[in-house]
């Protein structure tokens, strides 16, 4: 069991944890939640490759952090402006409730 | 595995776990904060001292502020009336536990890991500047072009239509 | 010699800690000497503070305990260390007392990348800049954690104003560091002190000295002001306004740690002013170097603090619209527009035609912007009304 296999072992946990979170709740933002506690898994995966990998100084994992990060903060900004824009229209954010196509 | 670490991944896993069962979602929210939190102190454990304070000024600086206004917005600050899990929520949670069995079970058994711990890997900022300027240029322009859509289009989702109602009430 | 004293201090009382306890000793000898001298910073300011406010405002400030009122802060922290702790009965309790926790910690770490003397930075990190403004975005958290869990529609309020303005006042804070870091090479704090030594003539290269240097100072102490609620942008904490705001609902020593947060964050965006623009701790003139480096910096710090304290004596409060215009219509592109001349600074040989084009470009922008933005707020002409 070397550093990595724990790093790696943290990394799945997360995503199983963020995985069943956004499965199993009910509020649109809880299921955002979980979106990224997924993304931050994979994040954990990509920086623990770096550090143990052959290739570290060629920065590959770092770099794809960086840019997953700043994607998922895109991407948190545009499903909150969905999710609150849903709620101005059905009068709430339970994701049970939100299941007609016609507005 | 250094004492540190297993506090750290201790830390993380709890308030992910809090952050993914509690009734308050602001109590949620905040867990995620934390986690975030821990994720960055695993991040410096690695030596990746740039993405570990990415990660709390964009992670905690603005997306756990975000997700709290909009849990403002939407008024999930006072307790949920019915439930908080969906009714087949085994079956969630199955999938996930199968989910974690298949990695940790590919991570077991793959020969392809390195078995012996490298020395510590060191990415000065002026490495990464470098890398990002030359090898990386279009991704860093395209992503730059995916901010400002998503800005732009996050500000025009949650603008109040104040015009359209006006005018499809006076029908 | 006198300049590294405190080094040599330290390195003697490492010296005396066994061998494998070296690490923690050092960390723990640097945390109690910065905790010790910014919280004794901290009392001072509280006396400077009040007293200064009521010059400006023509009147004594406090002036009976001891000489010229100079042991007010003991007074003070008495009577909050021995004040009832109330929490409203509705409050959530986990969140209501880990708030000042969460706005301190990061406040403090923000501190450790500051240089405060030649070989003093107390933590030499390859992107202490980033660092700081890490430890800055995290405070953002407890402001919202404050106003929530008080239960208190008021403090709600307040809290949301504050951090609409915390993350307004961010970006321009953000951008006017950059032009500094460019120029110096580094995301270092010592390489950026250290990229800012020399003099010609008289004259020290310092950053501020220079028009872009000018222009990304302003726009940071301004910023500055903005992301540690200090008047005139305190409309989140204004007494006249608000109550307290996100912190009305504490009493006694959790209100005191609010307090003691906000003027270490007041220091900390001071002090990396200090470092950026203003040459960190190198003298201004090169016959006064035999001063000690601990000592110029520390000067320089209560300067700027004395300036912040003139600045809320004497301005008043802007309203939040007027606040949140001014940061993105006017910080923000002044702030790209400093960018913009610190990178034709880099690259036009030095004379008088580098001083011209920048000064012409960064004073034209300011004019135009400001101008943009007072036609917008539709000031008119000013009609009187009297009382007949």
């Not at chain 3, 006042?169 to 030594?197: F, K």
């Amino acid at each position: 069991m070397t550093p990595l296999h724990g790093y790696l072992f943290v990394a799945a946990l997360l995503f199983a944890i963020g995985f069943a979170g956004a499965v199993t709740r009910r509020n649109a933002i809880v299921v955002l939640i979980g979106i990224e506690l997924m993304l931050n898994a994979a994040n954990l995966n990509f920086i623990a490759f770096w550090r143990f990998g052959p290739h570290p100084d060629e920065l590959t994992g770092i770099v794809f952090v960086l840019f997953s990060i700043a994607v998922a903060a895109a991407e948190a900004a545009v499903g909150l402006a969905l999710i609150i824009s849903v709620y101005r229209h059905y009068k709430t954010t339970n994701v049970d409730r939100i299941d007609s196509m016609r507005g | 595995m250094t004492a540190v670490f297993i506090i750290l991944s201790l830390v993380t896993v709890a308030s992910a776990i809090a952050a993914m069962t509690l009734r308050n979602l602001v109590h949620c929210a905040l867990s995620l904060a934390v986690t975030f939190a821990g994720l960055a102190a695993l991040y410096l454990q690695l030596n990746a001292q740039f993405v570990g304070f990415a990660q709390i000024l964009v992670y905690v600086g603005a997306v756990a502020i975000l997700i709290v206004f909009a849990i403002l917005l939407t008024r999930g600050s006072e307790p949920p009336a019915e439930a908080i899990f969906s009714s087949k929520w085994f079956v969630g949670v199955a999938v996930a536990s199968v989910v974690f069995a298949v990695i940790a079970a590919a991570v077991l058994s793959s020969r392809a890991l390195p078995s012996e711990s490298a020395s510590m890997p060191s990415a000065s900022v002026r490495q990464l500047g470098d890398e990002l300027m030359t090898r990386y240029i279009l991704p860093l322009e395209v992503l730059g072009l995916l901010l400002t859509a998503a800005l732009i289009g996050a500000v025009i989702l949650a603008l109040r239509e104040t015009a359209n109602e006006q005018s499809g009430g006076a029908k | 010699m006198i300049d590294q004293i405190f080094v040599e201090l330290k390195h003697w009382l490492m010296g005396l800690a066994p061998g494998q306890f070296e690490p923690i000793v050092s960390g723990l000898l640097s945390v109690a000497a910065l905790i010790l001298v910014f919280a004794s910073l901290f009392a001072l300011t509280t006396v400077l503070e009040r007293k200064g406010l009521g010059r400006i405002q023509n009147r004594y400030g406090p002036n009976r305990v001891g000489p010229f009122g100079l042991l007010q802060p003991a007074a003070d922290g008495l009577k909050t260390l021995t004040k009832e702790d109330i929490v409203p009965y509705s409050a959530d309790g986990m969140v209501h007392f880990l708030a000042p926790l969460v706005l301190l910690v990061p406040a403090f770490l923000a501190l450790a990348v500051l240089p405060m003397g030649r070989n003093m930075t107390m933590v030499e990190l390859d992107a202490g800049v980033l660092f700081f403004f890490a430890a800055g975005a995290a405070t953002e958290l407890s402001v919202f954690m404050a106003g929530w869990s008080s239960r208190n529609k008021y403090s709600l309020l307040g809290a949301m104003r504050a951090i609409a303005q915390m993350i307004s006042y961010e970006v321009p804070l953000i951008l006017a560091a950059v032009p500094a870091i460019m120029t110096a090479g580094s995301l270092s704090t010592d390489a950026v002190v250290a990229a800012q030594a020399g003099y010609s003539g008289w004259l020290p290269h310092w950053y501020v000295l220079t028009p872009w240097g000018l222009a990304g100072f302003g726009l940071f102490m301004i910023a500055g002001a903005a992301e540690s609620n200090r008047a005139p942008f305190d409309l989140p904490e204004g007494e006249s306004e608000i109550i307290a705001g996100y912190y009305t609902e504490y009493s006694g020593f959790k209100f005191a740690l609010f307090f003691l947060g906000e003027y270490i964050g007041m220091f900390a965006v001071s002090g990396l002013a200090i470092t950026l623009f203003l040459g960190g701790w190198q003298a201004p003139v090169p016959f006064l170097q035999w001063i000690p480096s601990y000592l110029w910096f520390f000067a320089k710090l209560l300067g700027l603090i004395l300036v912040f304290i003139w600045v809320r004596g004497t301005l008043p409060r802007l309203r939040m619209d007027q606040l949140m215009a001014f940061a993105w219509k006017f910080m923000l592109p002044m702030a790209l527009v400093d960018l913009f001349v610190a990178g034709l600074w880099r690259f036009i040989p030095g004379g008088l035609a580098r001083w011209l084009i920048c000064l012409v470009l960064v004073a034209g922008s300011y004019v135009l912007l400001a101008r943009g933005l007072a036609s917008n707020s539709g000031v008119h002409k000013r009609s009187y009304r009297y009382a007949e």
